[in-house]
C-alpha cells in the first residue's frame, strides 16, 4: 500500500472539504417564495470585522449616506447599495473565531443540521424547488490561512484557495450551448466515464487512509466519501438531453486564470470572475468568497503602498485614524463593486436583463467592531439591481438598526424564496422573519 504523509493527507483534506463543500447535494424542500422579485442567486463577499470609526457614513441625511473614505468606493454603485449597522449578535461579547456571523448562532445551536451558515442553508432548502445546478454551493477564498472561515455545514468550511483549481473544478468538461434539444452523448457519455474513474480510484485511496486516521479526521473523511458517493449519483443524472440543471444557454467562459497567485489578495480577484462566469452559465446559483480568516489576512499591494498583516498590524495598531485599514478597506471595497460592475455589465442568457437584475450580493462580517473584538453592530452591505430584492435610492440606503443580525441572514433566505427557517440560527430568539424594511415589497 502506499504510504502516506498525515501533515499531507490532512492538508489534503483542508482542501477536499472545499471541493466537498462545491458538490454538497441539495436537501429537503423550499417554501412557497412570498410575492415581490426574488434573485436567481446570492453571493456572499466574507471579511473580518473593521473599525467602526472608519466604516460609517461621515453623515446621513435621512437615509441618504455620505460615504466615509474607506467606503468611498461604493459611491459609483450607489443606486444599488444598502448599507446596514447596529445589528447585535446573540452573543455580543463573541469575537473573532465564533461562528455566529453568518450562522446566526446566539448561545447554542441544535437545529436539524447543526451549525450551518446561511449560504449552506439555503443550498438545502432549494432541492424541493426543483433547481438542480452542477454546482449547488461554491465557496473560494486564497490565502485562508491560520484561523476559520466563516462558513460551516456541521464543522467549519474550507475553500478553494487556487484559482486554478477552481477554474478547472467550475468550467472543466463544460461547453457553452444553445442546442439543449440534442440528442448526441457521446462525448457527454465518455466525460462521464472518465470523471467516475477518477472519483472511483479517489474513493479507494482515501477509504485506505481512515483506519490510520483520528477520530475527528474520520469524521471529516467520511463527509468527503459521502460527497464523492452524491457527486457520482449526480453526475449520472445529467446524461438526460440538456440536463445538469443548467449552463446549457449562451454563455461565455472566462480564459483560464493567469497572474499572481502568491498573492492571495490578488488570487481572490480572479475567484471573483470565475464566480461571475459560473453565474452566467448556470453552473451555480449560491456563491461566496472568503478574504483571509478570522485571525488573519497578509495585505501586500504595491500599487497603493501596503503591506502588513490585517489583524495585529491594522486592527490593532492603536494608532487612531486606522490609516493601513483605511487603504485595506477601501482596496476591499473597490473589489467588491468591481464584482457588482461585471455583474451589471453581464447580459442573462436568457436575454432577461443582466446578472445584477437577478443577484442579490451581500458583504458580511464575522464582527462588528473588530478593534474591540465584540458584536454589537454587526454591518452589512447589500446590493441587488435595481427593481431586485432590495429596497434602492438613487443615493444609496443607509440603515441603522438595533434588530438582532440573524434577521439579515434571514432576508438572505427570503431572497432566494426560503421562507421556512426552521433549523436555522439561533433557537432562543424565537419567532424569527426578516429584518423590515430592506426588502421592495
Known sequence: ????????????????????????????????????????RLLIFF????APSIWKPKSVSGETPTFSESTSPLEEVKEHIVMLDGL???????????????????????????????????????????????????????????????????????PIASPTSAYSTVFTGFTPSNNQGSNDN????????????VLDNLTKELTSLKGNLGKEQQYKLDLHLESIRQLEQ????????????????????PGTPSGDMSNGLKANQLHLDIIVGAFACDITRVASIQWGSD??????????GLSGEEHNGMIHTGAPAHLDLIKLEKWLHQQFVGVIKKLKATPEADGSGTLLDNTLVAWC???????????????????SGNGGYLKTAPGGRFIKSGERHERVLLSLCDAMGVTDFSGFGDPALGSK?????????
Do not use: W
Not at 485571525?295 to 497603493?304: D, R
Open 47 to 50: 471579511t473580518m470585522g473593521t
Open 365 to 383: 462580517r464575522d464582527m462588528g467592531d473588530a478593534p474591540n473584538h465584540t458584536q454589537n453592530e454587526m454591518k452589512f452591505v447589500l446590493a
Open 186 to 197: 457521446s462525448a457527454a457519455e465518455a466525460l462521464l466515464k472518465r470523471r467516475k474513474s
Open 88 to 158: 447585535p449578535s446573540g452573543s455580543p461579547s463573541n469575537n473573532h473565531g465564533s461562528a455566529d456571523g453568518l450562522t446566526g448562532m446566539g448561545y447554542y445551536s441544535n437545529g436539524p443540521y447543526g451549525l450551518i451558515s446561511v449560504d449552506q442553508y439555503i443550498v438545502e432548502k432549494l432541492k424541493g424547488s426543483g433547481l438542480s445546478t452542477p454546482i449547488p454551493s461554491l465557496l473560494l477564498g486564497a490565502a485562508v490561512e491560520g484561523g476559520k472561515t466563516g462558513f460551516y455545514k456541521g464543522t467549519n468550511l474550507s
Open 1 to 40: 500500500m502506499r504510504s502516506h504523509s498525515r501533515r499531507k493527507f490532512l492538508k489534503g483534506v483542508g482542501a477536499s472539504l472545499g471541493a466537498s463543500l462545491l458538490f454538497s447535494p441539495f436537501y429537503d424542500s423550499i417554501a412557497n417564495a412570498a410575492p415581490g422579485k426574488k434573485p436567481k
Open 433 to 441: 422573519s426578516p429584518l423590515p424594511g430592506i426588502a421592495a415589497t
Open 295 to 304: 485571525q488573519m489576512m497578509n495585505a501586500n499591494l504595491s500599487e497603493i
Open 234 to 253: 449526480r453526475l449520472s443524472n445529467t446524461m438526460t438531453p440538456g440536463g445538469g440543471g443548467g449552463g446549457t444557454g449562451a454563455c461565455t467562459v
